[in-house]
């Protein structure tokens, strides 16, 4: 499923991992890179319920997109990685 494409998103986000992470793509110093974020993230940082459905989990994603996609930015560019998994810790101010 493809969207249109700009800087950051390549394509929608997707549930993946039996529903513990949502997956999606972005650019970063010119290079793709697959990022994930955590469930327990979403759950602690932009308010997910521990029961959410997967329709859910997409749109709590998508709330928080922009705060998402510029921290898994950031990390990207650090590390310098082909994929990377944001976790709870990495929300924390």
């Keep these: ?13 997707i549930v993946v991992d039996g529903g513990l992470a949502v997956a999606f793509e972005l650019i970063a110093a010119g290079r793709i890179v697959k990022c994930s974020v955590s469930r327990e ?25 922009h705060r998402i996609v510029a921290i898994a930015e950031r990390k990207a560019r650090r590390l310098a990685a082909a994929s990377i998994r944001l976790e709870a810790a990495d929300f924390q101010r």
């Design 1 to 13: 499923m493809r969207m249109a494409m700009n800087s950051t998103n390549l394509i929608e986000a």
């Design 41 to 65: 993230s979403l759950q602690d940082y932009f308010w997910l319920q521990s029961d959410a459905d997967e329709a859910r989990v997409l749109k709590i994603f998508n709330d928080g997109r």
